[in-house]
Protein backbone atom coordinates (compact mmCIF):
# COMPACT_ATOMS: atom_id res chain seq x y z
CA UNK A 1 0.00 0.00 0.00
CA UNK A 2 1.30 3.11 -0.70
CA UNK A 3 0.21 6.57 0.77
CA UNK A 4 1.31 10.22 -0.71
CA UNK A 5 0.37 13.52 -1.18
CA UNK A 6 -0.81 15.39 -4.06
CA UNK A 7 -2.36 18.48 -2.45
CA UNK A 8 -4.85 16.32 -1.06
CA UNK A 9 -4.54 12.84 0.19
CA UNK A 10 -3.87 9.30 -2.63
CA UNK A 11 -3.88 5.51 -0.90
CA UNK A 12 -3.27 2.86 -3.66
CA UNK A 13 -3.50 -0.61 -2.67
CA UNK A 14 -3.22 -3.56 -5.43
CA UNK A 15 -5.05 -1.84 -8.59
CA UNK A 16 -7.16 0.33 -6.07
CA UNK A 17 -6.88 3.91 -5.42
CA UNK A 18 -8.89 6.83 -3.73
CA UNK A 19 -8.20 10.45 -3.44
CA UNK A 20 -8.87 12.32 -0.37
CA UNK A 21 -9.46 16.57 -0.65
CA UNK A 22 -8.16 18.98 -3.49
CA UNK A 23 -6.14 16.05 -5.62
CA UNK A 24 -5.94 17.50 -9.28
CA UNK A 25 -7.58 14.11 -11.18
CA UNK A 26 -9.34 13.73 -13.80
CA UNK A 27 -12.87 11.30 -13.91
CA UNK A 28 -12.32 10.05 -10.12
CA UNK A 29 -14.19 9.50 -7.24
CA UNK A 30 -12.88 12.14 -4.16
CA UNK A 31 -13.70 12.24 -0.50
CA UNK A 32 -14.08 16.03 0.35
CA UNK A 33 -13.51 16.35 4.16
CA UNK A 34 -15.26 19.96 4.55
CA UNK A 35 -16.23 22.65 2.54
CA UNK A 36 -13.38 25.21 3.05
CA UNK A 37 -11.97 25.67 -0.35
CA UNK A 38 -8.65 24.68 -0.09
CA UNK A 39 -9.97 21.13 0.68
CA UNK A 40 -13.09 20.99 -1.58
CA UNK A 41 -11.96 21.49 -4.72
CA UNK A 42 -14.36 21.01 -7.66
CA UNK A 43 -13.42 20.16 -10.61
CA UNK A 44 -16.83 19.23 -13.27
CA UNK A 45 -15.27 15.39 -14.40
CA UNK A 46 -15.09 13.84 -11.03
CA UNK A 47 -17.34 12.45 -8.31
CA UNK A 48 -17.27 13.74 -4.66
CA UNK A 49 -18.51 12.38 -1.44
CA UNK A 50 -19.33 14.33 1.77
CA UNK A 51 -21.57 14.83 4.56
CA UNK A 52 -24.94 16.13 3.77
CA UNK A 53 -23.92 19.26 5.65
CA UNK A 54 -20.80 19.81 3.38
CA UNK A 55 -22.44 19.12 0.63
CA UNK A 56 -25.11 22.12 1.59
CA UNK A 57 -22.11 24.60 1.60
CA UNK A 58 -20.99 23.73 -1.51
CA UNK A 59 -23.72 22.95 -3.69
CA UNK A 60 -23.45 26.20 -5.48
CA UNK A 61 -20.43 24.28 -7.37
CA UNK A 62 -21.53 20.77 -7.87
CA UNK A 63 -23.79 19.21 -10.09
CA UNK A 64 -26.80 16.54 -8.71
CA UNK A 65 -25.10 13.58 -10.50
CA UNK A 66 -21.54 14.31 -9.45
CA UNK A 67 -22.58 13.64 -5.09
CA UNK A 68 -22.87 10.99 -3.04
CA UNK A 69 -23.76 11.93 0.47
CA UNK A 70 -22.35 10.03 3.00
CA UNK A 71 -23.98 10.50 6.47
CA UNK A 72 -20.78 10.57 9.49
CA UNK A 73 -20.24 7.23 11.02
CA UNK A 74 -21.76 4.64 8.00
CA UNK A 75 -19.49 3.07 5.43
CA UNK A 76 -19.50 3.56 1.55
CA UNK A 77 -17.61 1.02 -0.64
CA UNK A 78 -15.63 3.11 -2.73
CA UNK A 79 -12.64 1.69 -5.79
CA UNK A 80 -12.84 -1.36 -3.41
CA UNK A 81 -12.22 0.68 -0.39
CA UNK A 82 -14.44 0.82 2.94
CA UNK A 83 -14.67 4.21 3.34
CA UNK A 84 -16.57 5.94 6.64
CA UNK A 85 -16.54 10.07 7.63
CA UNK A 86 -15.93 10.53 11.22
CA UNK A 87 -16.47 14.18 13.29
CA UNK A 88 -13.29 16.15 12.67
CA UNK A 89 -14.26 19.00 14.99
CA UNK A 90 -13.23 21.43 12.79
CA UNK A 91 -16.26 23.58 11.16
CA UNK A 92 -19.57 22.34 11.06
CA UNK A 93 -20.07 19.44 8.11
CA UNK A 94 -16.23 18.73 8.24
CA UNK A 95 -14.97 14.94 8.53
CA UNK A 96 -11.78 12.92 9.08
CA UNK A 97 -11.80 9.97 6.39
CA UNK A 98 -11.58 6.33 7.63
CA UNK A 99 -10.39 3.75 4.67
CA UNK A 100 -10.36 0.51 5.30
CA UNK A 101 -8.65 -2.34 3.36
CA UNK A 102 -7.00 -4.86 6.03
CA UNK A 103 -5.23 -2.14 7.02
CA UNK A 104 -6.96 1.45 8.73
CA UNK A 105 -5.83 4.57 6.87
CA UNK A 106 -7.07 7.64 8.79
CA UNK A 107 -6.86 11.25 7.34
CA UNK A 108 -7.42 13.35 9.64
CA UNK A 109 -7.82 16.52 7.06
CA UNK A 110 -8.69 19.77 9.32
CA UNK A 111 -9.11 18.65 12.88
CA UNK A 112 -9.55 20.23 16.89
CA UNK A 113 -10.41 18.08 19.93
CA UNK A 114 -11.73 21.36 21.49
CA UNK A 115 -15.56 21.69 21.48
CA UNK A 116 -16.54 24.97 20.14
CA UNK A 117 -20.44 26.67 20.27
CA UNK A 118 -20.75 24.59 16.91
CA UNK A 119 -18.51 21.52 17.34
CA UNK A 120 -18.27 18.62 19.14
CA UNK A 121 -14.43 17.23 19.43
CA UNK A 122 -12.71 15.16 16.95
CA UNK A 123 -13.41 11.51 17.10
CA UNK A 124 -9.96 9.90 17.72
CA UNK A 125 -10.09 7.01 15.46
CA UNK A 126 -7.40 3.48 15.89
CA UNK A 127 -5.24 3.42 13.03
CA UNK A 128 -2.61 1.63 11.60
CA UNK A 129 -1.92 4.55 8.92
CA UNK A 130 -2.39 8.03 10.46
CA UNK A 131 -2.28 10.76 8.36
CA UNK A 132 -2.89 14.27 10.50
CA UNK A 133 -2.74 17.65 9.69
CA UNK A 134 -0.06 19.72 11.38
CA UNK A 135 -0.96 23.17 10.80
CA UNK A 136 -0.16 24.28 14.18
CA UNK A 137 2.58 21.54 14.99
CA UNK A 138 4.97 23.12 16.93
CA UNK A 139 5.30 22.80 20.45
CA UNK A 140 4.92 27.05 20.92
CA UNK A 141 1.68 26.79 19.52
CA UNK A 142 -0.44 26.30 22.70
CA UNK A 143 -4.13 28.01 22.55
CA UNK A 144 -6.12 28.35 25.80
CA UNK A 145 -9.59 26.82 26.67
CA UNK A 146 -11.81 27.72 24.34
CA UNK A 147 -14.15 29.47 27.32
CA UNK A 148 -12.00 31.83 28.33
CA UNK A 149 -11.25 33.27 24.88
CA UNK A 150 -15.36 33.35 24.54
CA UNK A 151 -15.31 34.67 27.66
CA UNK A 152 -12.63 37.58 26.72
CA UNK A 153 -14.35 38.13 23.68
CA UNK A 154 -17.40 38.38 25.31
CA UNK A 155 -15.46 41.20 27.96
CA UNK A 156 -13.99 43.11 25.23
CA UNK A 157 -16.96 43.40 23.30
CA UNK A 158 -19.59 43.90 25.61
CA UNK A 159 -17.29 46.64 27.30
CA UNK A 160 -16.75 48.82 23.69
CA UNK A 161 -20.55 48.29 22.64
CA UNK A 162 -21.57 50.02 25.95
CA UNK A 163 -18.91 52.87 25.20
CA UNK A 164 -21.22 53.40 21.75
CA UNK A 165 -18.56 51.77 19.84
CA UNK A 166 -19.39 49.38 16.63
CA UNK A 167 -18.00 46.07 16.87
CA UNK A 168 -16.58 44.37 13.52
CA UNK A 169 -15.92 40.62 14.07
CA UNK A 170 -13.96 38.88 11.24
CA UNK A 171 -13.63 35.39 10.58
CA UNK A 172 -14.12 32.89 7.30
CA UNK A 173 -17.25 32.86 5.70
CA UNK A 174 -17.70 28.91 6.09
CA UNK A 175 -16.88 27.81 9.35
CA UNK A 176 -15.54 30.74 11.84
CA UNK A 177 -18.56 32.82 10.56
CA UNK A 178 -21.30 30.24 12.29
CA UNK A 179 -19.22 30.46 15.82
CA UNK A 180 -18.97 34.32 15.56
CA UNK A 181 -22.92 34.73 14.86
CA UNK A 182 -23.81 32.20 17.48
CA UNK A 183 -21.64 33.74 19.96
CA UNK A 184 -23.17 36.90 19.24
CA UNK A 185 -26.35 35.79 20.40
CA UNK A 186 -25.60 33.65 23.53
CA UNK A 187 -22.77 35.55 24.71
CA UNK A 188 -23.44 39.23 23.86
CA UNK A 189 -27.24 39.56 23.80
CA UNK A 190 -27.00 40.89 20.57
CA UNK A 191 -28.39 40.08 16.40
CA UNK A 192 -25.40 40.67 14.43
CA UNK A 193 -25.30 41.83 11.10
CA UNK A 194 -23.90 39.55 8.43
CA UNK A 195 -22.19 40.02 4.96
CA UNK A 196 -24.13 38.30 2.10
CA UNK A 197 -21.77 35.40 2.04
CA UNK A 198 -21.56 34.66 5.76
CA UNK A 199 -25.54 34.82 5.77
CA UNK A 200 -25.85 31.62 2.82
CA UNK A 201 -23.41 29.79 4.87
CA UNK A 202 -25.42 30.50 8.10
CA UNK A 203 -28.34 29.13 6.26
CA UNK A 204 -26.87 26.43 4.66
CA UNK A 205 -25.78 25.12 8.16
CA UNK A 206 -28.96 25.90 9.33
CA UNK A 207 -30.80 23.21 7.05
CA UNK A 208 -29.15 20.40 8.73
CA UNK A 209 -30.16 21.41 12.16
CA UNK A 210 -27.20 23.96 13.07
CA UNK A 211 -28.96 26.35 15.46
CA UNK A 212 -27.57 29.77 15.70
CA UNK A 213 -30.01 32.31 17.03
CA UNK A 214 -30.81 35.31 15.38
CA UNK A 215 -28.61 37.51 12.29
CA UNK A 216 -29.67 40.06 9.49
CA UNK A 217 -27.99 40.09 6.18
CA UNK A 218 -25.79 43.38 5.46
CA UNK A 219 -27.99 45.64 3.46
CA UNK A 220 -27.38 49.12 3.97
CA UNK A 221 -28.54 48.65 7.79
CA UNK A 222 -25.81 49.26 10.09
CA UNK A 223 -27.87 51.00 12.25
CA UNK A 224 -29.41 47.91 12.90
CA UNK A 225 -26.89 46.59 14.59
CA UNK A 226 -24.34 46.91 16.90
CA UNK A 227 -22.28 44.15 15.66
CA UNK A 228 -21.21 43.04 11.73
CA UNK A 229 -19.75 39.79 10.99
CA UNK A 230 -17.32 39.49 7.81
CA UNK A 231 -14.95 37.72 6.43
CA UNK A 232 -11.44 38.81 6.57
CA UNK A 233 -10.74 39.94 3.49
CA UNK A 234 -13.24 42.38 3.40
CA UNK A 235 -12.62 43.82 6.75
CA UNK A 236 -10.31 46.96 6.24
CA UNK A 237 -9.89 50.28 6.68
CA UNK A 238 -12.24 51.59 3.81
CA UNK A 239 -15.27 49.44 5.55
CA UNK A 240 -14.51 50.95 9.07
CA UNK A 241 -14.72 54.34 7.63
CA UNK A 242 -18.10 53.13 5.62
CA UNK A 243 -19.28 52.17 9.17
CA UNK A 244 -18.04 55.49 10.85
CA UNK A 245 -19.97 57.14 8.30
CA UNK A 246 -23.44 54.91 8.54
CA UNK A 247 -23.31 54.67 12.36
CA UNK A 248 -21.60 57.53 13.82
CA UNK A 249 -19.74 55.19 15.87
CA UNK A 250 -16.47 54.44 16.10
CA UNK A 251 -15.51 50.52 14.45
CA UNK A 252 -12.84 48.81 16.59
CA UNK A 253 -12.44 45.27 14.85
CA UNK A 254 -11.57 41.98 16.25
CA UNK A 255 -10.02 38.68 14.21
CA UNK A 256 -10.48 34.92 15.36
CA UNK A 257 -7.92 33.17 14.40
CA UNK A 258 -5.13 30.66 15.74
CA UNK A 259 -1.96 33.34 14.59
CA UNK A 260 -0.55 35.11 16.44
CA UNK A 261 -0.08 39.22 15.46
CA UNK A 262 -2.66 42.19 15.26
CA UNK A 263 -2.52 42.30 11.42
CA UNK A 264 -5.02 45.56 11.44
CA UNK A 265 -7.38 44.20 13.71
CA UNK A 266 -8.08 46.13 17.47
CA UNK A 267 -7.72 42.86 18.48
CA UNK A 268 -7.17 39.02 17.95
CA UNK A 269 -8.53 36.31 19.40
CA UNK A 270 -6.96 32.84 19.44
CA UNK A 271 -10.28 31.12 18.31
CA UNK A 272 -8.64 28.69 15.94
CA UNK A 273 -10.53 25.71 14.35
CA UNK A 274 -7.61 23.63 14.02
CA UNK A 275 -5.76 21.38 16.61
CA UNK A 276 -2.56 23.23 18.69
CA UNK A 277 0.49 21.30 19.44
CA UNK A 278 -0.62 19.41 22.47
CA UNK A 279 -4.04 18.58 20.94
CA UNK A 280 -1.99 17.23 17.87
CA UNK A 281 0.30 14.70 20.04
CA UNK A 282 -2.36 13.75 21.79
CA UNK A 283 -4.73 12.38 18.93
CA UNK A 284 -1.76 10.50 17.95
CA UNK A 285 -0.78 9.08 20.73
CA UNK A 286 -4.65 7.76 21.29
CA UNK A 287 -4.87 6.95 17.95
CA UNK A 288 -2.52 4.39 18.10
CA UNK A 289 -0.96 3.96 14.67
CA UNK A 290 1.94 2.31 13.53
CA UNK A 291 3.04 4.99 10.91
CA UNK A 292 2.41 8.30 11.31
CA UNK A 293 2.25 10.63 8.34
CA UNK A 294 1.96 14.98 8.46
CA UNK A 295 0.36 17.57 6.12
CA UNK A 296 -0.02 20.91 5.75
CA UNK A 297 1.45 23.59 8.76
CA UNK A 298 5.08 22.68 9.90
CA UNK A 299 5.11 19.00 8.85
CA UNK A 300 8.69 17.96 9.05
CA UNK A 301 8.60 19.72 12.84
CA UNK A 302 5.81 17.41 14.15
CA UNK A 303 6.98 14.56 12.74
CA UNK A 304 9.84 15.08 14.60
CA UNK A 305 7.81 15.88 17.71
CA UNK A 306 5.92 12.76 17.16
CA UNK A 307 9.34 10.40 16.85
CA UNK A 308 10.78 11.97 19.98
CA UNK A 309 7.70 12.08 22.11
CA UNK A 310 5.57 9.29 21.18
CA UNK A 311 8.71 7.04 19.34
CA UNK A 312 6.07 6.25 16.72
CA UNK A 313 7.71 6.33 12.99
CA UNK A 314 6.81 9.56 11.77
CA UNK A 315 7.75 11.50 8.40
CA UNK A 316 6.04 14.58 6.06
CA UNK A 317 3.41 12.60 3.70
CA UNK A 318 5.63 12.35 0.52
CA UNK A 319 4.41 14.21 -2.80
CA UNK A 320 5.38 10.67 -4.37
CA UNK A 321 4.39 7.11 -3.40
CA UNK A 322 7.68 5.59 -2.79
CA UNK A 323 6.89 3.31 1.05
CA UNK A 324 4.90 0.07 0.37
CA UNK A 325 3.15 -1.82 2.64
CA UNK A 326 6.32 -3.45 4.47
CA UNK A 327 6.80 0.00 6.13
CA UNK A 328 3.23 0.11 7.73
CA UNK A 329 3.10 -3.34 8.76
CA UNK A 330 6.26 -3.23 10.22
ZN1 LIG B 1 -10.35 23.85 6.90
Not at 181 to 202: A, D, M, S, W, Y
Request: charged share 25%; proline share 5%.
Amino acid sequence: MDVFGQNGVCVHADSNRLFVDACKKRNETIVISHAHSDHARISQTNRYLMTPATAEMVRGRLRPDQLQVLPLGRTAEVNGFGVSLHEAGHIFGSAQVKIANGLTTVVTADMKLQKSLINEPAEILKSDVLVIESTFGKPEYAFPPREKVYEDLMLWAARNIQRKHFIVLSGYATGKAQELTKFCNEFLGETPIVHERVFEQNQACEKHGLKLGGYLKLDHNLKDANVLIVPPSLADPHLFQVIEHFTGKKALSAMATGWPGNRGFSKTFPLSDHADFNQLLEYVRQSEPRQVLTQYGFPREFAFQVRRKLGIPARELDAKGQKTMGEYAG
